[in-house]
């Protein structure tokens, strides 16, 4: 079955500079790779996700970059803020096929 | 935020006994989803649900027992709850464009094990 590595497990930078999240998948038939957010006591919610038609997806200073042949993806966020700071997972899928398999997850902390 | 409740959200219970917990949807979507949470392990699932009647095991499936008896509710049960089963549960469900892409997960049960 499919394994998600994801690096690295905890991440501090500090408020404005960028945060680079990364993660790789073992299944090539994954095609579906989404980013969940997870604000300490809350459930995770998904922030961004991407398809393995495209190589890279951008939503205001959040982006997801995809290396199908590495079988690696990840996540930029720019101009971090202090409300950035949360645990971040990515996951895999094969879509419509696949329940998702998640990282473990990076607790990014933004310091202000 | 998607129509998904679970209950109980916070349970203490004594090894042995059984627990039961319920997830509840209003969104008539057909796969539901069960996940622990433990620190340093992320997300695992534990059983999924594809409809009524029909569920499969996740990669942490033992121990724990899954029913859908109706579209709208996914039951977890542990039938002797043990320490190691001392976790936040989130129950999820799929993305409204039909495939298994975009969970919505309900707030998590905290079950704690003495």
């Known amino acids: ?17 960028s945060a680079v999240i990364k993660c790789t998948y073992s299944d090539s038939a994954s095609n579906y790779f989404p980013w ?13 996700d991407i398809r393995s038609n ?17 079988k690696h993806f990840s996540l930029h966020i720019t ?14 899928s094969v879509a419509g096929n696949t329940p998702l398999v998640f990282g473990k997850g990076t607790r990014l902390s933004v310091i202000a | 935020d998607a129509g998904i409740t679970q209950s109980p959200r916070h349970k203490v219970t004594e090894t042995g006994t059984p627990v039961t917990l319920r997830c509840h949807q209003t969104e ?5 989803y069960w996940y622990r949470q433990d620190p ?3 997300l695992r699932l534990i059983h999924y649900s594809y409809g009524v009647k029909d569920t499969d095991k996740g990669e942490v499936s033992d121990g724990y027992s899954v029913s859908r008896s109706k579209t709208e509710d996914f039951l977890l049960t542990l039938e002797s709850a043990t320490s190691s089963q001392t976790s936040v549960y989130f129950c999820a469900i799929g993305g409204r464009t039909g495939n298994t892409g975009e969970l919505f997960f309900g707030e998590g049960s905290r079950l704690t094990v003495l």
């Not at chain 1, 495209?54 to 590495?70: F, P, S, W, Y």
């Not at chain 1, 101009?79 to 895999?92: G, K, L, N």
Request: with cysteine; glycine share 8%.
């Open chain 1, 1 to 17: 079955g499919e394994n998600v590595e994801q690096h690295p497990s905890t991440l501090s930078v500090q408020e404005g500079d």
């Open chain 1, 36 to 48: 969940y957010k997870q604000e300490l006591g809350k459930r995770p919610q998904l922030i961004i």
């Open chain 1, 54 to 70: 495209v190589g890279e997806k951008k939503d205001q200073r959040i982006a997801v970059t995809l290396n199908k042949t590495a």
């Open chain 1, 79 to 92: 101009e971090t803020q202090p409300e950035d700071s949360a645990v971040y997972f990515c996951a895999a």
């Open chain 2, 28 to 32: 008539n979507h057909r796969y539901m």
């Open chain 2, 40 to 42: 340093g392990h992320g």
